[in-house]
């Protein structure tokens, strides 16, 4: 709410009725939001400068948590004007003022607020915030309303927060794995070709039936492709969801993603909530980034990563990133595939 210390004030510079000097305030601030909410940007005379800056989604680890925060717009302020003050302006175009009257206004409003602020009084404007003196510098804190209305395209996405300290250790166990399969393998072969080697071809079978190395070396393959398909290497280790796998030939380009061992591809936003996940699908897909759902696991705690691009080595991944929008590649970062998995979008959840 405006307090009415102000309203009493502009009343008095303005020479108006209280409740005409309310209203004037009321408008006002709605014409601030509305200017911030289409320009980005504002400077009025006696408070300072606003201005709309976008952070990008961030992955941050630490001694025993990795954290993920969805993108977002925040509104900075600084308490003195860094370009032309906007007020007359916005009298004349929003409150549809004529430009005498809008000096007037914009006079009393500057003098209303520069002397708050030697007074050390606490500034409300409905709609967009208060204003105290903190340490002898305005500071401004926004009210809820207005930073749900400039970030409404992120509505609903949560940090993401997950325990590091046992994925250190399970991504430990893996990496011993990665040493112990190929190790694992050619034990078999040599087992296996030893046990060929020792046995005498017996005349009572025909050729076709004695076992050949060729065939021994393709069953080990697909045994060692089996024992490799566990293998699980990422940033942050976690115990994937079981996922079923069709052929790839009935999947839809546009529905689904298949990622292979040894490729790369990029996770552009981690989120927790499913209503998320369908929102920014459908957000990111509207700019024509094709995004996919790769849902994992840890300690309990289900969450989802969005990721777009199969890519063969992690310079192509880096190429196609440096080609994003700004807002999307900030906080993006390449993940190596270890294991085959298909991926989908809203479908994936």
Request: charged share 25%; glycine share 4%.
């Amino acid at each position: 709410m405006i307090q009415h210390d102000c309203v009493e004030e502009l009343a008095g510079l303005l020479d108006v009725e209280r409740h005409d000097a309310e209203l004037l305030l009321v408008r006002f601030s709605s014409a601030m939001a509305a200017e911030l909410l289409a320009v980005r940007k504002l400077s009025i005379k006696g408070l300072g400068t606003f201005a709309v800056t976008h952070f990008s989604a961030a992955k941050k680890s630490s001694a025993s948590t990795v954290i993920y925060t969805p993108p977002s717009n925040r509104l900075l302020f600084t308490n003195r004007l860094t370009g032309a003050d906007d007020t007359l302006r916005l009298a004349v175009s929003r409150l549809s003022m004529s430009p005498e009257d809008a000096d007037r206004f914009c006079a009393a409003l500057a003098a209303l607020f520069m002397r708050a602020v030697q007074q050390q009084r606490e500034i409300r404007l409905n709609g967009i915030g208060r204003f105290t003196l903190e340490q002898r510098t305005l500071v401004f804190f926004p009210e809820r309303s207005l930073e749900e209305l400039l970030n409404r395209e992120y509505q609903d996405l949560q940090e993401v927060v997950l325990p590091l300290r046992e994925q250190r250790q399970e991504k430990g166990a893996q990496k011993m794995l990665r040493y112990k399969v190929p190790l694992a393998f050619l034990t078999v072969v040599a087992l296996l070709l030893a046990l060929f080697y020792s046995i005498e071809p017996k005349p009572l079978f025909s050729h076709a039936t004695v076992p050949q190395p060729a065939g021994i070396l393709k069953a080990a393959i697909q045994a060692e492709s089996a024992a490799a398909a566990v293998v699980h290497n990422e940033n942050v280790t976690v115990s994937e969801p079981s996922v079923t796998l069709r052929s790839a030939a009935r999947e839809d380009a546009d529905s689904s993603l298949v990622l292979v061992p040894e490729s790369y591809t990029i996770v552009l936003v981690t989120l927790s909530k499913t209503e998320s996940v369908q929102k920014e699908v459908a957000r990111l897909r509207s700019e024509r980034v094709m995004a996919f759902v790769w849902p994992a696991e840890v300690k309990g705690i289900k969450y989802y990563r969005l990721i777009t691009g199969n890519f063969s080595s992690r310079q192509a991944a880096r190429e196609r990133i440096a080609r994003m929008a700004q807002n999307i590649a900030d906080g993006a970062y390449i993940q190596h595939v270890i294991k085959r998995v298909v991926l989908h979008g809203k479908k994936g959840l």
